[in-house]
């Protein structure tokens, strides 16, 4: 009987004495960048006259890296339908990581796991692009109402350059 009652303090200091070693133990945290409202705001100007120079009527979207909205500008004279989808190609490339082309190419092949199964937030439209910083992906910039989809990724992507030197 003295026996299972040493046993029975053994181990309470055992534990005792491993609950204290993980007290002591910092929590466990993570770190991440964030994309600037003044950085995301100079991305979408850029953008924005990018395809002004060029004629087109565009919206720009600016996301954050999860894929939560931080800028909409709807340019003069731009489609209704832009104040809808570019936040999706934004938000699509912000939580996936990749451009909304490179998810269009990804799903197109047969038997491909399709994300847009699940996520009816997601799009295959061409015009949103991730913001990297360093190869972390910060934010994301999408274009729609240009005529094309490839001419909404140009413009987004004018925008990332207007603001990379600062992407670090």
Not at 25 to 37: F, H, S
Not at 102 to 116: D, I, K, T, W, Y
């Amino acid at each position: 009987m003295l026996r299972c009652y040493v046993f029975a303090v053994v181990a309470g200091l055992a534990t005792l004495t491993s609950l204290n070693a993980r007290a002591a133990d910092p929590l466990p945290t993570v770190t991440y960048k964030l994309l600037p409202a003044a950085l995301s705001l100079e991305a979408a100007q850029a953008a924005l006259a990018a395809c002004k120079a060029q004629g087109y009527n565009v919206t720009v979207s600016v996301v954050d890296r999860l894929g939560l909205s931080q800028i909409l500008i709807v340019g003069d004279g731009a489609s209704p339908t832009g104040r809808t989808l570019a936040p999706r190609k934004a938000y699509t490339s912000a939580v996936r990581r990749i451009t909304t082309g490179e998810l269009n190419q990804r799903v197109s092949v047969p038997g491909a796991f399709n994300p847009l199964q699940f996520d009816a937030q997601l799009t295959i439209e061409r015009g949103g692009v991730p913001i990297n910083a360093d190869k972390e992906t910060v934010g994301a910039i999408a274009v729609s109402g240009a005529p094309g989809g490839d001419k909404d990724e140009a413009c987004a992507q004018a925008g990332i350059a207007k603001i990379s030197d600062r992407l670090k």
